[in-house]
């Protein structure tokens, strides 16, 4: 059977050969580091050094060039002067190398000439087909690989962990600090991204979640180029590993400082952590966040029934200092089981604490720690225990270590932390736990800390198996008549809508809105107040004048004529007073919404620079710049994520039932914005939209004022790529009929899909799962049905097959396919319902496949086939796909077509 296809970064992390550039006999130069660093680690693999100043290196051969070497080279590592690297550059690409580590520094944060050498560096590389990391990297190490390409010293110990970091000071305090907590932190990989001019976060995270040797992933981020490459690379690797993420530029200071230092920019920080909380990612929010991290996710802890905690301690005060940062977290304390209760009664002093935490007393010794832990752990309501010594005169800080370290070698299914507290009589113990894979703390706030990162993970898992209910499908949007109005108004040089504009966009997407009239004279206004009905509003109209309540430009509850008469002047004069350069188009008159029990809400759009359109939600009306309530998500939502949203606001409380007033109509404003999602994915001229205030009550949610601010934005129909996350790909839809007679709709599947998808899998003939599967189930797992129907439609494609039938949606087949690790093939597979094959589905759905395939740059389809499938193998020899059969495997079959149009 052919071998796993390579990564095509594997080059840069496991090279077969490197020459190293700049290498002389000076040791202290950052290349010469590098080139020993190698040499002495043990990497049996050739290394170059590349210097033409140079004709040896203590007494081994130093090539002038690249010809001189005269063999093969997989990577090239630069570390000589900036102004040196394009000629390099070209050197290596002459050569036929593809891969490249960048040391050096010099680029853009050297002001105007370094950005210059930046766009010569990148259009070098493009050339040559080159992939580079850097420059300004720390540079690359593989432990399990002996390959230490890096300026640092000291040994790193091999273990499950990758790092990545676009800082080498964070690595190199990572390592150093690694190197001081005993033999149980290792690395996989630690991977210092510099600029990240080329190689990224994205494609990082890709070659990791294939790479074995790595469990979990530890990121610090500065700074992001590539937002959907990230979003992407982050939500597959949430998906099957542990990843912490560690972001500096909280505030605009350390904003300014990490763009001087990498020359990536970053937004918002609720942006940032509303994109983490979409990729299923636990954050961490200080430098000592990342080594907390790194000692818990080392020993491969992880709880697995639950989210609760426990304690055993022999002082009070710490442990109420514990269980005060749980709270803070969100980690529920575990309510010990009768049993239990009654066997520590059984063991433990009459004074102690009955109850958890599980104060065992100050004159606690070794024994009466590994009774307490042992039956604390045995307790069915207990996820994982934090054991807390504090040195006192009875306690033996080594021999309770012991113990504890005992009792985690027999204990597998629950994580054990440990906070030995204080320095020179504990440390002794602190070792000991180290070195049996046991975290240790200092403090017992920071081994909270650090259980809180095994809790997120475990929720994040929990929610990523969810299966979401099928939504309510609106009506499909007017979108020729929203572009006409964006089209309109941007053909005319305006960037900002009238107020009636935004709202026929709103309600081309289905979002109730209060109509508006323009009203040029007080009679205009008179007519249109009749014609309404009063009470009315009216507000004074200008693409110029934003907020018009601050200097009297609303005026709410007018119930006359005289009164409309009156105010119309009233408006223009106090506009015109305020805002004398304003061009004032006249007044805008609508319906007085009035409801008792309305509340005024804000949704809206906002341009994020990294991440693009940011759905935006919180309280509305006059105080919402006071109160300063923001809620973000990023688009697409579902029914589950808009609900999410509305949850993290202040103003969900006011949604509730509260002063005789009835709860307000919560599946209406998910509606809206559900809708506004909609407007963010499918409009990428919008910049700007807000609707304040959205009034909703227990009955609807009505948009009463809106603004939309418009752009000029290029794109390709549906690339979507002004959003961070790949949107549902409706534009794939297609009906067909069926053997000439039977209409069936195909479709990118959808996470709502879940219970069809289940329903169709186990209805599947034994035969058919057999081919399909090569397995044969009742019912599939829920992290498998997650999998099928919660995808990333950058890296991987799911078409269904729908009938309909007694007005229910049935699935009768499915075609996938999934990117393959080197960028550029995807592996396919395909059922289909028993009583539906021979109808033509096949022949649709591998035709829609491979056309998504191909839009989306990939080369080659293949897949594998049962050998005596043979209705399957016919298909793909109509179809073009070559067939090859394994030697070693006479049961399979792989077939393979290049995806180039003929």
Known sequence: MDGEREHYLSALFEPTSVAVFGVSDREDTLASVVYHNLINGGFDKPVIPINPKHESIKGKPCFGDLAAAAIPIQLAIIATPSHTIPSILEQCGDYGIKSVLMLSAGFSEMGPEGEELERAVREIAKRHQIRFLGPNSLGVIRPSYNFTAAFTDGEVSKGNIAVISQSGAVCTATLDWAAKQGKGIGFSVVISSGMSLDVDFG?????????????????????????????????????????????????????????????????????????????????????????????????????????????????????????????????????????????????????????????????????????????????????????????????????????IAELGRKNKRKPILTCWMGEKLVQPGRDILNDAAIPSFRLPETAVQGFSYLTDFYRNQQLLLQTPGPLFHENKPDMEGANFIIENALGNKRTVLTEAESKAVLAAFHIQVAPTMLATTPMDAVIAAKNMGFPVVMKILSQDICHKSDFGGVRLNITSVAAVHAIFDELIDVAKKHCPEANIQG??????IHSQSGRELSVGISQDPIFGPVITFGGGGNTIELLADRAVALPPLNRLLARDL??????????????????????????????????????????????????????????????????????????????????????????????????????????????????????????????????????????????????????????????????????????????GIDGESCEFAIAIADQWQGKGLAQHFMNELMSYARYQGLRVMEGEVLSDNQKMLKLAKNLGFSIKRYPDDTTLVKITRSLALD
């Not at 007044?587 to 007085?592: D, G, I, N, R, S």
Request: aromatic residues 4%; negative net charge.
């Open 203 to 403: 494609e990082i995270l890709d070659y990791l979640i294939t790479d074995p040797k790595t469990h979990s992933i530890l990121l610090y981020v500065e700074g992001i180029r590539d937002a959907r490459a990230f979003m992407t690379g982050l939500r597959a690797a949430a998906r099957v590993k542990p990843v912490i993420v560690v972001k500096a530029g909280r505030h605009q200071a350390s904003m300014e400082a990490t763009q001087s230092h990498t020359g990536a920019r970053m937004g918002d920080d609720d942006v940032f952590d509303a994109a983490i909380r979409r990729a299923g990612v636990v954050r961490g929010m200080h430098l000592g966040d990342f080594f907390t991290a790194a000692a818990v996710l080392s020993q491969g802890l992880r709880v697995k029934g639950g989210d609760k905690l426990a304690f055993v301690t022999n002082a009070g005060g710490p442990a109420a200092m514990a269980c005060d940062v749980a709270c803070d977290l969100n980690i529920p304390l575990a309510n010990l089981s009768t049993n239990t209760m009654q066997k520590l009664n059984e063991v433990l002093p009459p004074m102690w604490s009955h109850g958890n935490p599980v104060d065992i007393l100050g004159n606690a010794d070794a024994d009466r720690y590994e009774e307490a832990t042992k039956l604390v752990l045995d307790d069915p309501e207990t996820s994982g225990v934090i054991v807390i010594l504090t040195p006192q005169a009875v306690t033996n800080p080594s021999k309770v270590a012991e113990r």
């Open 587 to 592: 007044v805008a008159v609508e319906p007085m």
């Open 646 to 819: 509305i949850s993290r606001s202040r103003a969900a409380r006011l949604l509730e039932t509260f002063r005789g007033m009835p709860a307000a109509n919560v599946q209406a404003v998910e509606d809206v914005l559900l809708s506004i999602s909609e407007i963010a994915c499918e409009i990428p001229q919008i910049r700007e939209l807000e609707v304040n205030p959205l009034i909703t009550d227990s009955e609807a949610a009505i948009a009463v004022d809106a603004r939309i601010v418009l752009q000029n934005y290029r794109t390709t129909a549906h690339s979507y790529s002004h959003t961070a996350i790949h949107p549902y790909p409706s534009h794939l839809t297609k009906d067909v009929l069926l053997a000439g007679v039977h209409p069936c709709t195909i479709r990118p599947i959808r996470p709502e899909d879940a219970e069809i998808e289940s329903d169709f899998v186990e209805g599947l003939s034994e035969m058919a799962k057999h081919y399909r599967f090569m397995n044969t189930f009742r019912k599939l797992p829920p992290d498998m049905l997650a999998r099928l129907t919660q995808i990333d439609y950058d890296r991987e494609m799911a078409l269904i097959a729908v009938v309909t039938e007694r007005g229910q949606d049935i699935q009768i087949g499915v075609a996938r396919y999934v990117m």
